[in-house]
């Protein structure tokens, strides 16, 4: 995969009769080298089910007069870019009409992406349908037909679908169409069936072309449905609704997958399909940065007009994003990430489809962790424990017979766990399945309640907290207190109320609330979900303080202020590691739409890195400027502290560490 790769979207409805009309070869290979573009996703079909192409398995555009698709593939291979292929699965409205009965039906015979038949959007196809067949044919004429480098297919997954085709085979079964399970686990065959057989139609005429399968969002701990791709793209556009929280949190399990990926973003203020829509330079300079601190490729989403003239204004705005990703590439290649700590997904162990936004426990957990910059992986039940020296178990882990065995053995081995909520019990929630030194005794009436820390919070010394999420009650067994519960003194309601919110804390001493021990710190909070919620600072002190009590020895640490971003990514075919540091404050405009704007610079910013040997030199890259260092091995310890400051931070900046 290459690093600098455009998402052409290309959708047309039939009103439009120009489609294509101004489209020019030496144009069009202007905007991708203004763009500074390698790699641009074309398309066959979109949404309205057209085709941009001649075909006899579906139907060209009625407004288009040539072979739009391969005149694409021949400008852009003539100047070296790659063309990967875009086929619309899941939605085609032209078939939609054309055939109401291959439409994926919720329980009340809608379609799921519309509230009613009057709503101006596309309908879901059934891919346990005659629709399957179809689709595969228009897949196998485009493979045949182009010398494409890839097949994006979107708009696909796993659906709880009630249309007659599916009803019908759940009675063939034996299975009952009222049983929600059922429906989804028929869901999941239709899903696997429908790859399954879309790949294998690839293979027979093309085995290398690479495919993806595009869900909107890659659900961790469903290695069954990563494996189904040839490599992963992680749509993520943080004006479209997905913030600046979500690709953090799914990169950083993605990374470890072994597979290679980009990170897809858009040059639009909002969402796809925004004509005349522009972000601002600095956020695409951000994004595709991030993109690169965290392991992987580049994609921006641009879609193209319908007369086929490619917008300067949107290859000036990318380019400038794509300029510098140019002259990092060559310390991103092949780079592995350095982690001290490990987030037990949530999502990972949880039969809930939580959808791109995900669950609160990871993106609380995963944004405390940026902020403290600490170095971490998102895992799932299958990872290695054994490589991270703290685990976090965030909010709703509930262990069952095998997990709680591998806990065991990584606890056995001197890991260390951070839980919090309810994880640690049993899958029927009645007691801790591992020792972490306290004893559930029931969930908290009271609700919010209060934590007293029994050490110094920051400025507030030991000041009683509010936390508004329902906590669990414990009783020490061989564990020791680090803070202690108090609640309220009574819950409110309409003939028991205090004040604006809630009534303050009684100072009776409630039970722990923090316990330490030898296996680790319990949080009796869900103080993951709490902080993605309502985001309070006292929730990060508390946990940075206990994380700071179970990893004394980080591998980085840096003055950079909370908004910051680091990692430490290693190549090792070059013996490096690179420090990739960011810095950029998303805010909220209109109703909610997080976006960057200014870029401030920082300057000598200090960084301190663990290593295991001394580096012979540290540069900043793509500069290659020298940076002075100092070089020291603490007594009795195995490793080197290199600290050097960075002079400038402007947005990102790397730093090799070259061994």
């Keep these: 995969m290459r690093f600098r790769q455009v998402h052409l979207d290309f959708h047309n409805s039939e009103l439009l009769q120009q489609i294509g009309s101004r489209f020019s070869k030496t144009q069009f290979q202007e905007m991708l080298t203004l763009g500074h573009v390698d790699s641009i996703t074309l398309f066959a079909k979109c949404h309205h089910g057209w085709s941009y192409h001649p075909t006899a398995a579906g139907a060209m555009h009625p407004g288009l007069d040539f072979d739009l698709l391969g005149a694409m593939i021949e400008a852009a291979r003539e100047i070296g870019v790659r063309t990967p292929v875009y086929v619309s699965a899941g939605l085609d409205e032209r078939l939609a009409e054309s055939h109401p009965e291959w439409l994926v039906r919720d329980a009340a015979g809608l379609s799921p992406t519309r509230q009613d038949y009057l709503q101006p959007f596309y309908r879901l196809l059934c891919m346990n349908s005659p629709y399957l067949d179809a689709l ?82 890659i659900r961790r701990g469903r290695r069954d449905l990563i494996r189904m791709n040839a490599h992963l793209e992680l749509e993520s556009l943080p004006t479209g609704g ?161 997990l709680r065995g591998k806990l065991e053995r990584y606890l056995a081995d001197g890991g260390q766990v951070l839980a919090s909520g309810r994880s640690g019990l049993t899958e029927e929630g009645d007691r801790f399945a591992i020792d972490l030194g306290v004893r559930w005794t029931g969930e908290n009436p009271y609700r919010p309640a209060y934590i007293r820390p029994d050490f110094p919070l920051s400025d507030l010394g030991s000041a009683s907290c509010v936390f508004y999420a329902r906590s669990q009650l414990v009783e020490l067994d061989g564990g020791r207190p680090l803070g202690r519960l108090e609640n309220p003194y009574y819950n409110r309601d309409l003939f028991a109320y205090c004040s604006h919110q809630h009534f303050p804390n009684s100072p009776e001493d409630a039970g722990p609330a923090i ?98 040997k001394p580096p012979a030199e540290v540069y900043l890259a793509p500069e290659r400027t020298p940076l002075p260092f100092d070089c020291r091995q603490e007594d009795g310890d195995d490793a080197f502290c290199v600290a050097f400051k960075v002079p400038e931070l402007n947005g990102h900046q790397m730093v090799v560490l070259q061994f």
């Design 242 to 402: 997905y913030g600046y929280d979500h690709f953090p949190l799914s990169a950083r399990y993605v990374q470890n997958l072994g597979m290679e990926f980009l990170g897809m973003t858009g040059k639009f203020h909002t969402h796809w399909g925004e004509f005349g829509g522009y972000k601002h330079p600095n956020a695409l300079r951000y994004e595709t940065a991030l993109s690169l601190a965290n392991g992987a490729r580049c994609s921006v989403g641009d879609q193209l007009h319908p007369e086929g003239l490619m917008d300067e204004a949107t290859y000036r705005l990318i380019g400038s994003a794509y300029g510098e990703v140019a002259q990092k590439e060559a310390w991103c290649a092949g780079a592995t990430n350095v982690a001290d700590i490990a987030v037990l997904s949530v999502e990972a162990v949880s039969d809930a489809d939580t959808g791109f936004l995900g669950n609160g426990s990871d993106t609380g957990a995963v944004r405390m962790l940026l902020e403290g910059k600490y170095l971490f992986d998102v895992v799932d039940t299958e990872a290695d424990f054994g490589r991270y020296k703290v685990l976090i178990l965030p909010d709703a882990i509930l262990l069952g017979p095998r």
């Design 515 to 612: 316990v330490e021990s030898g296996n680790g710190i319990y949080v009796s909070w869900p103080i993951f979900e709490e902080y993605a919620t309502v985001g309070s600072y006292v929730s990060k002190a508390l946990v940075r303080h206990a994380l700071d009590r179970l990893l004394p020895r980080k591998t980085l640490e840096t003055g950079l202020p909370a908004q910051g971003v680091v990692t430490v990514q290693r190549q090792e075919a070059f013996d490096r590691n690179v420090v990739h540091l960011l810095y950029a404050s998303p805010v909220k405009r209109g109703q909610g739409i997080e976006i960057i704007e200014d870029i401030v610079p920082l300057y000598n910013v200090a960084v301190a890195v663990r290593c295991g």
């Design 136 to 217: 595969i044919r228009q897949i196998e004429e485009v493979v045949a037909a182009y010398d494409a480098d890839g097949l994006f297919l979107d708009i696909v997954g796993e659906k709880m679908c009630y249309c007659h085709h599916c009803i019908a085979a759940l009675r063939r079964e034996g299975q009952d169409p009222r049983d929600a399970d059922a429906v989804r686990e028929l869901g999941k065959r239709v899903y696997a069936e429908y790859t399954s057989r879309v790949n294998e139609a690839v293979r027979r005429i093309k085995p290398e072309l690479g495919v993806f399968h595009n869900g909107g969002h």
